[in-house]
Every structure is written in structure tokens, then in C-alpha cells.
């Protein structure tokens, strides 16, 4: 199903991924309805940021995914729903796990059953690499043990479940989407990658980490949103899990070097013990195996990690304005 001239629905439009999502489902001539959280300041995260011929194009709704009729109503007349609307943060959900149940768990099961009564031809789920846990074998395919080692990746387990469920038990047209680590403009200071960025151009001698020899699949924010669209217009492997990762591991020390290389900058680093999870709940390895997506869509990653980096670079450069390099940002 090409997406020219249909309607999407892209829950979670207001944040990293989502934002970079509706400019391309733009481009490739679908409405657009954006979902973005309500607030009383009537911003539109990411979205605020957008050129203003783009912003025309979009229908912007303001909401909640966990009010059942405001959901409802957003599915309305909807052929495809891309759900990225979550709770995100691994170390928020040590102190508040009750929000991630009620976002990403009850949530998603208002989307689910938003999109199963109003008839939508596809829904697109969300998933993410935590579920995984530290590699029990690498790469990580989708056979790979479930192992959600924080309160996060447990509501994630679970929401995907519940996605899966609705496709075997009510014929709901989904598909789930398990990407890796996303990093690219617009990421927050909550992800390490734009904590390493924004430090360093903060002109600080010494920036703070947290475990710098864990090691990620860091997958640039353009080749996780090409997954997202090559997926959606397959008419075929509904049910299913996909892995959406470059399948190279670099671990956060590495990184950091790379980054000082782009920036020619040269800084000290230094572990901070709070930016450290708890010894169980770390993951310490995760490198994608994304070859079942590829064999459905023929999807690759087609922007490589220092690429991708020296784009975030510049970005963060731009929007340093939008950092607290002084605070460990949960």
C-alpha cells in the first residue's frame, strides 16, 4: 500500500523520531494527522520547529494516548497509524514505573483498539531494542531471548505483545518495528549520544557518562525512518517482529572519540555514578540483525554511524540553546 494520498496517523508526532517521521510521510504525499501530548502552553514539541510549508500540510491533534476517546477520535477515517507515542526515559522509569504501564502498556491498547473499531488498514507498533537485554547472542536477531531489564523495556515487552495479540486474535493489521539505538537531531539530552555533543560544545574540560564500555547499534534517525516506510507499504508479515539497526557495535567510549574528532576537540571524561543503572538492569551489549526486514522490504541502512554523527553535530551546534550540559538529564 503506497502512502501517496492516504491518510497516516503518526502518534508521538511532537518528539525525536515522530517529528522526522511526518516530514517524510509529507514528502511522500500522505495527510497527515499528527497526535502530539496536550499541554496548557500549546507547543507542539519537534513539530514547533518545522518549516512552515511543512506545518500547512499537517493536521495537528492535541491529546492524550491514554484517554480512550481522544484516541478514538484520532483514528477516525485513518488508513494508516504509525504508533511511536511513549514514555521513553530508562532512568524516569526507576522512579515513576506506573506512568510507563499507563503510556506505553494502556496506552497502545487504546491505540490497538482505536484502530481495530475504526477500521485502519495498518498499524505500524513501536518497539525498541531494550527488550532484549544484554546479548545472549549477537547479532540480536528477533528470536533473540526477552529479557526487559527496567521498568521501560517491561512496558515495551508488553505493548508489543499486546500488538501482536490483537493481529492472532481480532485480524488487526500490524506489524512491529524493533528499532535499535536512534540517534539525530532532535534527540534530547536523555540519549548519549546529544549528552556527548552538547557537553563538548559547552566548551567543558571534563564531561560526565555514565557506563562507557557498554556497547550500542547506534542507527541514524533517516535510516530508522526509511524502516518505518518501507514497512507500512508491504502488503505482507503482518504479525510480525522487525529489527531495524545498522549491525555495527561501538561502544560509548568509542563513540566519544569520534565525536572529539568531528568537533576537534579534546576533553577528559569522567564516570558519573548517577547516570550509572542499577548492576541488573544495565545492557551491556546489543548489535542488530536486521536481516528479516531486509528480506521483506529490502530496507538497509543507507546512512553510515560518523555521517550520521557529523549531522547531529552540526544540529546540536544549531540548537544548543535547547541543552542543560549542567545537569544530568533524565
Known amino acids: 500500500m503506497k502512502l501517496k494520498g492516504r491518510k497516516v496517523l503518526v502518534t508521538g508526532a511532537d518528539g525525536f523520531i515522530g517529528s522526522h517521521l511526518v ?3 509529507v514528502r511522500e504525499g500522505a495527510g497527515v494527522r499528527a497526535f502530539v501530548y496536550y499541554n496548557s502552553f500549546n507547543t507542539w514539541g519537534w513539530l514547533d520547529t518545522l518549516p512552515a510549508a511543512v506545518l500547512k500540510k499537517i493536521e495537528v491533534v492535541a491529546g492524550d494516548v491514554r484517554d480512550q476517546g481522544c484516541v478514538h477520535t484520532a483514528c477516525r477515517g485513518v488508513d494508516v497509524v504509525f504508533h511511536l507515542a511513549a514514555l521513553i526515559s530508562i532512568p524516569y522509569s526507576y522512579q515513576a514505573p506506573e506512568s ?9 491498547v487504546n491505540i490497538l483498539q482505536a484502530a481495530r473499531l475504526q477500521g485502519v488498514r495498518k498499524v505500524i507498533h513501536t518497539s525498541t531494542s531494550e ?3 544484554t546479548a545472549q547472542k549477537v547479532p540480536i536477531g528477533e528470536d533473540h531471548p ?3 531489564q527496567s521498568p521501560y523495556a517491561a512496558s515495551k515487552s508488553a505493548a508489543d505483545s499486546f500488538a ?11 506489524a512491529v518495528l524493533r ?11 536523555r540519549a548519549v549520544i546529544p549528552t556527548i555533543i552538547s557537553q563538548i560544545l559547552a566548551r567543558k574540560k571534563t564531561i560526565r557518562l555514565g557506563n562507557l564500555e557498554a556497547t550500542r547499534d547506534l542507527n ?6 526509511e524502516a518505518f516506510m518501507r514497512l507500512a507499504q508491504v502488503d505482507q508479515g503482518l504479525g510480525e517482529v522487525y529489527n531495524t539497526g545498522s549491525g555495527v557495535e561501538v561502544s560509548v567510549r568509542e563513540v566519544v572519540g569520534i565525536i572529539q574528532h568531528i568537533l576537534r576537540s579534546k576533553v577528559r571524561v569522567e564516570v558519573d555514578p548517577a547516570r550509572i543503572r542499577p548492576a541488573k538492569s544495565e545492557v551491556e551489549r546489543l548489535v542488530c540483525d536486521a536481516r528479516k526486514l531486509t528480506a521483506l522490504t529490502g530496507w538497509s541502512p543507507g546512512i553510515p554511524l560518523e555521517q550520521g554523527l ?14 542543560k550540559t549542567d545537569i544530568y538529564n533524565v
Open 100 to 108: 510507563y504501564v499507563a503510556t506505553n502498556i494502556n496506552g497502545t
Open 23 to 25: 516530514e517524510r510521510c
Open 220 to 225: 541514524y534517525v533517516g535510516n530508522t525512518v
Open 164 to 174: 501482536v495479540s490483537f493481529y492472532r486474535s481480532f485480524d488487526l493489521p500490524v
Open 310 to 323: 557529523r549531522a547531529t553535530c552540526a544540529w546540536v551546534k544549531e540548537h544548543l540553546n535547547h541543552f
Open 131 to 133: 527488550v532484549y537485554g
Open 179 to 189: 528499532p535499535f539505538n536512534t540517534f539525530g537531531p532532535r534527540q534530547s539530552a
Open 146 to 148: 526477552l529479557n526487559p
